[in-house]
């Protein structure tokens, strides 16, 4: 692992370790992990969304989508 050293204002610097207390992380550096782990999986979740409204029209989810959704589960067991 290697070592990055962030500036912070007091009040940041506090609120940090409240967290650290708050949330039970053992030191301010999970914590901050735990942050930056958590916006990678938003900035995936944020490009799949955009991939999905720009690939056009999607399916039409009525009872018929979710009928064959389900046969097609209970067939192959995938989605």
Avoid: C, W
């Avoid at 610097?13 to 650290?20: A, L, Y």
């Amino acid at each position: 692992m290697v070592t990055m050293n962030v500036s912070l204002p007091e009040g940041l610097k506090k609120f940090v370790e409240s967290q650290v207390v708050e949330l039970d992380y053992g030191t301010s550096s999970e914590f901050i992990r735990d942050l930056i782990r958590r916006e990678q999986s938003r900035t995936r979740l944020r490009a799949m969304l955009e991939d999905g409204m720009n690939s056009g029209h999607g399916s039409e989810m009525d009872e018929v989508y979710f009928e064959e959704l389900r046969e097609r589960i209970q067939t192959t067991g995938a989605v």
